[in-house]
């Protein structure tokens, strides 16, 4: 078999699926390699066989707003490899969630697992409920209804989901509230838990700050640094935030940050204070950015979701983070990038780079992150949250802290390692799809035909 067989197939077996077709061609284009050295893996069908959930459940949530009117969303949960642990990965809530959008978040999460070196398989759930609009109530009870499904598929030790877009601590609560209910049991089935109730410390800052970790080593490659630079992130949720935050720590300048609605350009740079506002206005008031611009005076422009061209993308900047969504750097944006200065970018989102981006980004010679090497931070400290389970104890702020950067400074490497044997020095990319296909594939190849 070719790799364009490959992905002939993935595509006859997988009609109006763009984003999961997207992640695998990416995936069989840069794993080839390996398959043409190691024919075994080829006669085992291990790509074919990681293409394909091992078992995906799609199942109705049924639940009652604060009008009493009866509401119906779908709820799903994609358990895609158990290669070399429990499924592990989180739960999306937003409309644009469909069967494309989560095997694609999946089969990303089967790497990003194995790059962390935390024994971890690849999952992902959620639901097209919007938890925008929607009172603490609503959210509740829409949680409960959707764990009394979810709670018959997953447990700690083998399908533990956490928090993704529209999923944070106070979904996490209540989804972890109605599993103990239901199955009358305490136990780490959840990840991103509140400290205080088998939550870890740093896991609500883990993925923007691996994030800046990963970028630190990648700069520390051509002897510089985060410190002087000015960056460019987009988002403004879990991701972005803690991004934010570790940039102005390390002495870096953030001058953008956006929703859905648009984005702020604050020349000045975000401050911890002007942070601060912005983590109450999103994660407490549950605000629009906007605000932020008519507060510290800043420039804000809408954003149009439609056009295949994002303005947060063309200013003047050293480095770039996309922390919001799939597909939010485009073509003409990596050139926008490139056009602006912009040396180096590390995705803190899952796949926010088009394909046609990322290869006129590499073809510049601009250093670029896959997430699933970059944002791996958030699940290997969700790792580190169910290893503090098992052991029934806690490790303090600065154990996790420093778990983390060995973690991030071990997946960095590895990338490297991966993307020098396989003659592709410097290339993230690559590195890192090797080194976790390899990971995954031995213990498939060790575990038999199943
Ligand atoms: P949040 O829900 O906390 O924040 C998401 C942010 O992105 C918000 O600012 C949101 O704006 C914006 N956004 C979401 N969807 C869109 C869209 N379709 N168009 C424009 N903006 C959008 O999510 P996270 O910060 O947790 O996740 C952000 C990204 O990081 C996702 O790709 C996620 O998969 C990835 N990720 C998350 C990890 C985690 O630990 N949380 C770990 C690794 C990766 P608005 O408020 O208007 O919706
Ligand atoms: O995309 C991701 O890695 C996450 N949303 C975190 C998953 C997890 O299990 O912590």
């Known amino acids: 078999m070719t790799s364009q067989e490959i992905i002939a197939l993935v595509k006859q077996r997988n009609p109006n699926e763009p984003e999961f077709l997207q992640a695998a061609e990416e995936v069989i284009l840069s794993v080839w390699p390996v398959l043409e050295r190691n024919p075994e893996f080829v006669k085992l069908r291990l790509l074919e066989r990681m293409l394909e959930p091992e078992r995906m459940i799609t199942f109705r949530v049924t639940w009652l707003d604060d009008k009493n009117n009866v509401q119906v969303n779908r709820g799903y949960r994609v358990q895609m490899s158990s290669a070399i642990g429990p499924y592990k990965g989180g739960l999306r809530f937003h409309p644009s969630v469909n069967p494309s959008v ?10 990003k697992n194995a790059l962390t070196g935390i024994p971890m398989g ?8 919007d938890p925008k609009g929607k009172s603490d109530a609503e959210v509740m009870k829409f949680c409960q209804a959707f764990m009394g499904e979810l709670a018959r598929h997953i447990n700690h030790r083998l399908d533990v989901p956490a928090g993704d877009i529209g999923v944070g601590g106070r979904e996490i609560g209540y989804l972890f509230g109605a599993y103990k209910k239901i199955k009358n049991e305490f136990t780490g089935v959840l990840t991103g838990k509140g400290i205080g109730w088998g939550g870890s410390l740093i896991r609500t800052e883990a993925t923007g700050y691996g994030l800046i970790y990963f970028a630190e080593h990648m700069l520390q490659e051509k002897k510089d640094s985060i410190k002087g630079k000015t960056c460019l992130v987009s988002g403004s949720g879990n991701v972005a935030q803690y991004a934010i935050e570790k940039i102005i720590h390390l002495g870096g300048k953030v001058v953008t ?3 859905s609605n648009g984005f702020i350009y604050d020349a000045a740079g975000i401050t911890q204070e002007k942070l601060e506002f912005l983590k109450d206005l999103k994660n407490n008031r549950r605000g ?17 979701a439609n056009q295949n061209q994002n303005p947060i993308w063309n200013i003047k900047a050293d480095c770039a983070f996309p922390c919001a969504t799939q597909n939010e750097v485009h073509e003409k944006d990596a050139r926008n990038l490139i056009k602006n200065g912009v040396k180096l970018l590390a995705e803190g989102a899952n796949m926010p780079t088009t394909i046609d981006a990322i290869n006129i980004l590499i073809e510049n010679g601009v250093m670029y992150a896959p997430g699933k090497a970059s944002n791996a931070g958030g699940v290997a400290t969700s790792g580190l949250e169910m290893t503090q389970n098992y052991m029934g104890s806690s490790w303090t702020s600065e ?10 400074k071990d997946i960095h490497q590895a990338c490297l390692d991966a993307a020098k044997v ?29």
Do not use: W
Request: net charge neutral; hydrophobic share 45%.
């Open 422 to 450: 396989y003659g592709k020095p410097g290339n993230y990319l690559v590195g890192a799809n090797i080194a976790g296909f390899l990971k995954v594939a031995k213990a498939m190849q060790a575990q038999g035909v199943i």
């Open 399 to 408: 154990e996790v802290d420093a778990k983390l950067h060995v973690i991030m």
């Open 288 to 304: 629009r950015i906007k605000e932020y611009a008519d507060t510290f005076k800043c420039e804000y422009q809408t954003l149009d």
């Open 102 to 111: 989560l095997k694609f978040l999946a089969f990303e999460q089967i790497f």
């Open 122 to 129: 690849g999952g992902k759930g959620g639901s097209d409920f």
């Open 257 to 259: 940050a956006s929703d």
